[in-house]
C-alpha cells in the first residue's frame, strides 16, 4: 500500500513538473490517453474548455477524442453558442466570443481533489429561454458554489455543459428528421452527460452520483433528459433537480410550429423554398454563423416578443423524443430518478407581460395565448371561474398601499393571468409528473424520492421593480431560486440576514440531495422535507378522490416547512375564506412545522391553500393535449 503511494507521489511530482505553472492541476484521464491542464484559482482548479463532441451544423453531436498523448491546454474560456451577443439584463452579459465549435465542459472543482475521492457531481444544463447563456457567464460562475461546499464539509465538482440552442440546436424540417437530426441540441446534453459519466472519476468524480440541475428552460431540459427514447436507454445521470423547469414548459412540441419558423428563416435568407428540401437544408448550412443567428432572432423576436424566447424548441421526432412529454410519462415512458422539482410562488409574473395591457378579463387570454394557442373558449371560462377576481383582490390591495404616485395602476385580471400562467407552465407539470413517478416507483426497488418546494422569496424581484422599473411586481419572480445558490447576482457580503439564512439553506439541501438524494441531513437547518406524496410510493392507500400532496414552502414572511396540502383543505367552489377555512379545517399538523412558529406556518399553510393547487391543476393537467403538453 504504501509502495503504491509513493509511487503515486513520484508520478504526481512528475505530473506537476510538466506543468506550465507550478499549481496548475492536470488530470490524467487514461481511457482518452489524454491529459488536461487547468488553473488553480483562489480554492478551486478550474477546467474551462474540456471539448466533449464535434458539432457540425444541423447534425447530431459527434464524438470527440484528442489525439491520444495529447496534453489539452484546458485554461482557456471555451467559445459560446451562437447567439445574440447583446447582454440580455439582469441575467446574462454580453456574449462576444462565440464559435459553432462549442461543446465544451468547463469542470471546477475544489483545490487538491485528487482521483479517488469521489465527489458527487453536479451538472448545470443552463437555461435562457432556448437563445442565451454559456459556460462562462458570469452569474453562473461555480466558484462560491464550489467554494461553499467545501466549507460545509459537503465538496461537490461542478460542471457546466454548453449545447445549441435557437435554430442551431431546433431545426426542424422533414429531411432532417429522417437524419434523425432534430433536438441536436438536446443530444448535445446528453453527450456531455455521457462524458461526465464515462471520464468524470479522472477528476476526482462519483460517476454514480451526477446531479443534473436547471433553471427554466435547463430544468425543462433536465426533466425532459429523462423522457429521452422513451426511457428505454436510460440517462446519463443520476438525479435531478429542476427549478421552475418542469417537462410542461415544453409547450408545442407536437405542432409545426418549428418547422414553419425554421422554413420563415430560410425564405428571408434567400434559401429558395420551391427548391426541395435537401437544396433549402444546404443553403441554411452555407450562411455565415453571425448571420444564421441575426436572421433566426430577429424573426424570434416578432414571433414571440420582446426577447424571442422560445421560438426555436424541441418537438417530437419518433426518435429521441417519441411522443408528447405528458403523453410519455403518463405510459411511463421514463426514466425514474429521485427529484425535486420547484416552483416560485410567482412564477408566472413577469411571463403574464406588460401590466398596463390588463384592463379586462379577456385581456387574460391575450397573455395566456402567447404561450398556449389551442385553448377553447369553455376552457378560458373554465380558467376563469376557477381564478376569480375576488381570489385576488388581496393582491390589488397590497400593490395599492405600497405603491409610489407614478407607478401604474393595475388590475384584478393582471394577478389573475399571472397565477394562471405561474400554474399552466409550472406549478401543474410539477404536480403532475411528480405524481406519476412516484405512483411508478416500483415498491422493491429503491425508493425514487420525489419533491416538490414553491419558493417565496426573493432577491430578484426587488432588482426588476427598481433595475427594470416593473415596480408592480412582487413576492419571489421565475429565477428567484438560483441564485442562492450561485452568490454572483448578491455576493454574500450584500446579503440581508434573511437571504443568506435562505442561501445557506437551500445550498445545504441542494448538496445533500448531491451526496444522497434527499434534500435532508446534515448542514441542512432546514425543517424535514417530506416526499410528495408518501403516501403512493410507500405502497399505502392512496385515495384518487381524496388526492394530497405535501409541498415545502421555502422561505418568505412565513417560513420554511412542509404544507399538507389535500383536497379536503381546498377552498370551496369559487370562493375562499382563509380565516373561515381554519376553522372548519384545523388540519394542520404542528409537529410537521419542524423551527417555524406555529402560527406563522399555520398562516403559510393557509395562503398556500388559497392556490387551490390541486383543484385548478386537477383541470389545467386536463388540457395538456391542447398546451402542446
Ligand atoms: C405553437 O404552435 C402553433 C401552431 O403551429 C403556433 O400558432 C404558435 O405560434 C406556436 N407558438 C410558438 C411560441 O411558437
Ligand atoms: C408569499 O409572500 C407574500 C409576500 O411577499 C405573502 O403575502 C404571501 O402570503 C406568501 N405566501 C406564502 C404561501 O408563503
Redesign the pocket.
Known amino acids: 500500500m504504501e509502495k503504491i503511494l509513493r509511487y503515486a507521489a513520484a508520478l504526481w511530482a512528475l505530473a506537476s513538473c510538466t506543468s506550465a505553472a507550478p499549481n496548475d492541476p492536470i488530470v490524467s484521464v487514461d481511457s482518452l490517453g489524454v491529459q488536461y491542464r487547468g488553473r488553480a484559482r483562489e480554492s478551486v482548479e478550474e477546467f474551462n474548455s474540456v471539448k466533449f463532441a464535434e458539432a457540425q451544423r444541423f447534425a447530431p453531436p459527434e464524438p470527440y477524442g484528442p489525439p491520444r498523448g495529447s496534453e489539452i491546454d484546458a485554461t482557456a474560456p471555451a467559445p459560446a453558442w451562437p447567439q445574440i451577443r447583446d447582454p440580455l439584463p439582469p441575467f446574462f452579459g454580453e456574449t462576444p466570443d462565440q464559435s459553432e465549435d462549442c461543446l465544451y465542459l468547463r469542470i471546477t472543482r475544489p483545490t487538491g481533489t485528487k482521483p479517488g475521492d469521489k465527489l458527487p457531481v453536479v451538472v448545470h444544463v443552463m437555461g435562457g429561454g432556448v437563445i442565451k447563456g454559456h459556460s462562462q457567464e458570469a452569474l453562473y460562475d461555480p466558484t462560491h458554489l464550489v467554494t461553499s461546499s467545501s466549507r460545509i464539509g459537503q465538496p461537490v465538482i461542478h460542471v457546466v455543459l454548453n449545447y445549441r440552442v435557437s435554430i442551431f440546436g431546433f431545426a426542424r424540417l422533414p429531411i432532417l428528421k429522417d437524419q434523425q437530426s432534430l433536438n441536436v441540441g438536446m443530444r448535445d446534453q446528453r453527450a456531455g452527460f455521457q462524458w461526465v459519466k464515462d471520464h468524470i472519476a479522472a477528476f476526482g468524480g462519483d460517476r454514480d452520483k451526477i446531479t443534473a440541475f436547471g433553471l427554466s428552460s435547463g430544468g425543462t431540459f433536465t426533466s425532459l433528459q429523462l423522457m429521452a427514447y422513451g426511457g428505454t436507454r436510460g440517462v446519463p445521470f443520476d438525479r435531478a433537480w429542476c427549478m421552475s423547469g418542469p417537462p410542461g414548459t415544453a ?2 412540441m407536437t ?3 418549428t418547422e ?2 425554421t422554413r420563415a428563416v430560410a425564405r428571408t435568407l434567400g434559401c429558395n423554398p420551391s427548391s426541395d428540401d435537401s437544396e433549402i437544408l444546404q443553403c441554411l448550412r452555407d450562411v455565415v454563423m453571425d448571420k444564421l443567428t441575426e436572421t433566426a432572432m430577429a424573426y424570434a423576436m416578432q ?2 416578443p420582446p426577447a424571442g424566447l ?2 426555436f ?1 424541441p418537438s417530437v421526432d419518433d426518435d429521441f423524443l417519441p411522443g408528447r412529454q405528458s403523453a410519455l410519462y403518463k405510459a411511463g415512458r421514463f426514466v425514474k430518478v429521485p427529484i425535486v422539482l420547484g416552483w416560485t410562488h410567482d412564477d408566472g409574473a413577469t411571463n403574464a407581460g406588460l401590466v398596463t395591457e390588463f384592463h379586462t378579463e379577456a385581456d387574460i387570454k391575450t397573455s395566456i395565448r ?2 398556449a ?1 389551442a385553448l377553447t373558449d369553455d376552457d378560458y371560462a373554465t380558467l376563469f371561474a376557477l381564478y376569480p377576481p375576488s381570489g385576488f383582490e388581496a393582491e390589488v390591495h397590497n400593490y395599492e398601499a405600497r405603491k409610489a404616485a407614478p407607478d401604474p395602476t393595475v388590475s384584478v385580471h393582471y394577478f389573475r393571468a399571472s397565477r394562471i400562467l405561474r400554474d399552466l407552465l409550472f406549478t401543474c407539470s410539477s404536480l403532475d409528473f411528480a405524481s406519476e413517478l412516484s405512483k411508478r416507483s416500483d415498491p422493491s426497488s429503491p425508493l425514487p424520492g420525489v419533491r416538490l418546494y414553491d419558493l417565496n422569496q426573493s432577491t430578484v424581484t426587488p432588482l426588476l421593480r427598481t433595475a427594470a422599473g416593473m415596480t408592480w411586481l412582487s413576492g419571489a419572480v421565475h429565477g428567484s431560486d438560483i441564485d442562492y445558490l450561485y452568490n454572483n447576482m448578491f455576493p454574500r457580503e450584500t446579503l440581508a440576514d434573511v437571504d443568506l439564512a435562505l442561501s445557506d439553506r437551500l445550498l445545504a439541501a441542494f448538496l445533500n440531495f448531491a451526496y444522497a438524494a434527499d434534500p435532508n441531513g446534515a448542514g441542512a437547518a432546514a425543517p424535514s422535507w417530506p416526499e410528495a406524496f408518501p403516501s403512493i410510493h410507500n405502497g399505502g392507500s392512496f385515495s384518487r378522490a381524496k388526492p394530497a400532496v405535501n409541498v415545502q414552502l421555502i422561505g418568505g414572511p412565513w417560513g420554511t416547512g412542509n404544507c399538507h396540502l389535500s383536497a379536503d383543505t381546498s377552498a370551496g367552489e369559487g370562493s375562499f375564506a382563509a380565516e373561515q377555512m381554519d376553522m372548519q379545517h384545523p388540519m394542520v399538523d404542528s409537529t410537521k412545522y419542524g423551527e417555524m412558529g406555529e402560527e406563522s406556518l399555520q398562516q403559510g399553510q393557509r395562503e398556500l391553500e388559497r392556490d387551490r393547487l390541486l383543484e385548478r391543476c386537477g383541470f389545467i393537467n386536463t388540457l395538456a393535449e391542447k398546451l ?1 403538453h
Open positions: 409547450l408545442n405542432s409545426d410550429a414553419l419558423h414571433n414571440h422560445f421560438t424548441i402567447s404561450f394557442h402542446g
